[in-house]
């Protein structure tokens, strides 16, 4: 069977682990996934992931990060650009998600980034998604 929004499965698996807490969720990768997950690494709504290949598919297995009472750190992801209706921004209406306490990530012509870092490169795309 064929996947139409493999972004919005990943995003899904991801959110599934986190409301019965699992420590780490595994999905199918692709280099779009890889640079979302980066971002949400670099942003420290999760802990790692790493990359490995079981024949010809590759995966990724994301640990997700817990606060001390053990609450998710993710508190809300939802996929913002679906196949369906592409959501596009220019650099000046890339949107702040709660007034800068969550980040929206993007697909820009250098690459998956935060909100604020395509703000700062002067650029706009697709908006992937927005974390909280």
Do not use: W
């Not at 890889?34 to 992931?49: C, N």
């Not at 980040?103 to 908006?127: D, F, H, N, Q, Y």
């Amino acid at each position: 069977m064929t996947c139409t929004d493999p972004v919005a499965d990943m995003l899904t698996a991801i959110r599934n682990a986190l409301q019965v807490k699992f420590p780490i969720v595994e999905v199918k990768s692709s280099k779009l996934k890889e640079g979302l997950l980066k971002v949400l690494k670099d942003e420290g709504f999760i802990k790692k992931f790493d990359i490995s290949k079981k024949g010809a598919v590759s995966y990724a297995k994301v640990e997700l990060k817990y606060g001390k009472n053990g609450e998710s750190v993710i508190h809300s992801i939802k996929r913002i650009s679906k196949p369906g209706c592409r959501i596009y921004n220019g650099k000046a209406e890339i949107p702040r998600v709660k007034n800068g306490f969550g980040i929206t990530v993007l697909t820009t012509p250098r690459g998956i980034m935060s909100g604020e870092a395509a703000r700062k490169a002067g650029v706009g795309g697709e908006v992937l998604c927005e974390v909280i």
